[in-house]
């Protein structure tokens, strides 16, 4: 992995690698891909993913890909939409 040295890089980089996340866990519109199922795949693909791991929430949220739930994040239409066009 190239070093990334500006934090909108990194938040960029961790975004794909969650929605890479629900791509491989296979979530669908609606469903929450739990934060325990979630951390294994950051750690591996991503292991500083905690420096901006709530900036990155933030970003898909925004982007509406995402809804933040109570133990994780929940697929929107919207990011499923944006994983299928991929």
């Not at 866990?25 to 739990?34: F, S, T």
């Not at 791991?53 to 898909?60: D, F, I, N, V, Y």
């Amino acid at each position: 992995m190239t070093e990334l040295h500006s934090e909108a890089e990194n938040i960029e980089n961790l975004s794909q690698c969650m929605m890479k996340a629900f791509r491989t866990m296979n979530v669908q519109a609606g469903e929450v891909l739990r934060y325990q199922d979630l951390y294994p795949i950051l750690q591996e693909e991503y292991p500083k993913y905690k420096d901006v791991q709530k900036e990155a929430e933030l970003h898909l949220t925004k982007l509406a890909y995402v809804n933040p739930a109570p133990d994780g994040l929940m697929l929107t239409e919207v990011g499923q939409q944006a994983l299928n066009e991929q």
